[in-house]
T-cell receptor, first 110, second 113 residues
């Protein structure tokens, strides 16, 4: 079983739609959680950290369920510029190395 | 404040040659991580270094790969006797001590002919 699993997609949605991504992780000792965004052939960029209480940043909402070892990302009112690969990332603590899911590819269509 | 810098951005090597990838962390960051991304795959952790110390190299292949982060100068990832399977994007990330947010450099794309 992969340490971090995501649906690779691709997701193709019309502009303005709401889209949700899910991710599961296997190590219950994981300490911190993130969503990164990666554009084609570029470096990953931090989108947002994910907390148990849930957190929102503009059109983006992230949620963590530690009991189910499940992380989600919701994008509302999607824009063309949201087209990218979204990476679910888990920090195991200790040496702080990040474990990445394989990413979910999203394309927003006009 | 300059971000994480990596060079070269693109590197082409023939099989059997050596590849040297350099990473300069963000100013004030003393922790460096190296990750590898094979085509169509996610990033995989390779090694974690602090100045003059390798903290965790559990993701490094046992042969041909080495990394260092000297007291002065950039971190270096060295791949000896490259093979075609080494073709990938190699990303470096840095953090400030005591935090958990990693900032990534633009990557070095290695192509082995």
């Amino acid at each position: 079983r992969k340490e971090v699993e995501q649906d690779p997609g691709p997701f193709n949605v019309p502009e303005g739609a709401t889209v949700a991504f899910n991710c599961t992780y296997s190590n219950s000792a994981s300490q911190s959680f993130f969503w990164y965004r990666q554009d084609c052939r570029k470096e990953p960029k931090l989108l947002m950290s994910v907390y148990s209480s849930g957190n929102e940043d503009g059109r983006f909402t992230a949620q963590l369920n530690r009991a189910s070892q499940y992380i989600s990302l919701l994008i509302r009112d999607s824009k063309l510029s949201d087209s990218a690969t979204y990476l679910c990332v888990v920090n195991l603590g200790g040496a702080q190395k990040l474990v990445f899911g394989q990413g979910t590819r999203l394309t927003i269509n006009p | 404040n300059a971000g994480v810098m990596q060079n070269p951005r693109h590197l082409v090597r023939r099989r059997g040659q050596e590849a040297r990838l350099r990473c300069s962390p963000m100013k004030g960051h003393s922790h460096v991580y190296w990750y590898r991304q094979l085509p169509e795959e996610g990033l995989k952790f390779m090694v974690y270094l602090q100045k003059e110390n390798i903290i965790d190299e559990s993701g490094m292949p046992k042969e041909r790969f080495s990394a260092e982060f000297p007291k002065e100068g950039p971190s270096i990832l060295r791949i000896q006797q490259v093979v075609r399977g080494d073709s990938a994007a190699y990303f470096c990330a840095s953090i400030e001590g005591g935090t958990d947010t990693q900032y990534f450099g633009p990557g070095t794309r290695l192509t082995v002919l």
